[in-house]
T-cell receptor, first 114, second 113 residues
Framework: GNSVTQMEGPVTLSEEAFLTINCTYT??????LFWYVQYPGEGLQLLLK?????DKGSNKGFEATYRKETTSFHLEKGSVQVSDSAVYFC?????????????FGQGTILTVHP | DGGITQSPKYLFRKEGQNVTLSCEQN?????MYWYRQDPGQGLRLIYY???????QKGDIAEGYSVSREKKESFPLTVTSAQKNPTAFYLC????????????FGPGTRLTVL
């Protein structure tokens, strides 16, 4: 079956540090890949996505590249801010017989200190 | 104001009681989903519906029930058969034909006393 594995958290950084959150996946076919962000007490917001190999998704300074050869979709940001503190989820969607079903990683808690 | 609304934001239930969580959307999206979120486990799919009057079980449907009588509404009932219902419940929608993007509501936190 499909699965998503994220790096263990929590991750604690100082403001302006470089961020990498690793994400690898197992799936049949060619899934779409997503990063969602969840701020405290809220639902999930789509951060970025990529729908085919070598695509790069980007938003708000965050980037992730769909690497089929390494089955990875690592999230990066060059300079984090305190406001980036949240939980980040990597996910994949593979229609198959279950239309639009998202499979999530376990989430990575990011805390950024001033 | 467009989007997805979930109510209530916080819900307390005594053991043995059924409780219904509301999810309403005015995005005119065809598909709707219910997820359960537990600490350190990510989100798990409970039920989903692609069209009105049709729905399918997700990965953890036991102890839950849903209905889809209207396109805008997809209520989730947590029954007394659900052994560990305390969790954060998230509703999501998706437009058929879009590239797999789901949009989430703000969630309902259910606590069993």
């Amino acid at each position: 079956g499909n699965s998503v594995t994220q790096m263990e958290g929590p991750v604690t950084l100082s403001e302006e540090a470089f961020l990498t959150i690793n994400c690898t996946y197992t799936a049949t076919g060619y899934p779409s890949l997503f990063w969602y962000v969840q701020y405290p007490g809220e639902g999930l917001q789509l951060l970025l996505k990529a729908t085919k190999a070598d695509d790069k998704g980007s938003n708000k300074g965050f980037e992730a590249t769909y690497r089929k050869e390494t089955t990875s979709f690592h999230l990066e940001k060059g300079s984090v801010q305190v406001s980036d503190s949240a939980v980040y989820f990597c996910a994949l969607s593979y229609s198959g017989t279950s239309y639009g079903k998202l499979t999530f990683g376990q989430g990575t808690i990011l805390t950024v200190h001033p | 104001d467009g989007g997805i609304t979930q109510s209530p934001k916080y819900l307390f239930r005594k053991e043995g009681q059924n409780v219904t969580l509301s999810c309403e959307q005015n995005l005119n999206h065809d598909a709707m989903y219910w997820y359960r979120q537990d600490p350190g486990q990510g989100l798990r799919l409970i039920y989903y519906s692609q069209i009105v009057n049709d729905f399918q079980k997700g990965d953890i449907a036991e102890g839950y029930s849903v209905s889809r009588e209207k396109k805008e509404s997809f209520p989730l009932t947590v029954t007394s058969a659900q052994k560990n219902p305390t969790a954060f419940y998230l509703c999501a929608t998706q437009q058929v034909g879009e590239t797999d993007t789901q949009y989430f509501g703000p969630g309902t936190r259910l606590t069993v006393l």
